[in-house]
């Protein structure tokens, strides 16, 4: 998820801001989110792993407000944005899914499914993407 997500936050200024960026930042911030979570294995320390996952969700709709787009379907990164968020109050509020389904999912459980469909959103933004007319 890391990785991804700072996939889509490069994405997302390379689209918004300027397409040069993506040349120079996607690499590092890449190897930012995988640091994370070695850094996080190694040390038990969450601090840079909490960044990487809660920077793009705070960017990502700033960018989105500050600048636009020369593309259309913004709604479908929107949406998507907004499945991440709810993947993650899933997970923080894991043990009363589990308990308000009747033990049928984990809010854990249900935070992978929807992390697995805000990239299908975007993969269908992508999909249908096209240059707006001026």
Do not use: C
């Amino acid at each position: 998820m890391s990785i991804g997500f700072m996939g889509l936050l490069v994405a997302v200024v390379s689209d918004h801001v300027n397409v040069k960026l993506e040349r120079i930042l996607l690499a590092p911030a890449i190897l930012l989110g995988v640091a994370s979570v070695i850094y996080w294995h190694y040390t038990d320390d969450l601090r840079l792993y909490v960044w990487v996952q809660f920077i793009p969700l705070l960017a990502i709709p700033a960018l989105l407000l500050m600048f636009k787009s020369p593309y259309p379907h913004r709604g479908l990164l929107i949406a998507a944005l907004g499945i991440y968020i709810a993947a993650k109050v899933a997970e923080y509020y894991d043990h009363a899914v589990f308990v308000s389904t009747g033990a049928l999912i984990s809010g854990h459980s249900l935070k992978h499914l929807l992390a697995a469909l805000a990239p299908f959103l975007v993969y269908v933004m992508l999909k249908r993407r096209a240059f707006r007319k001026s």
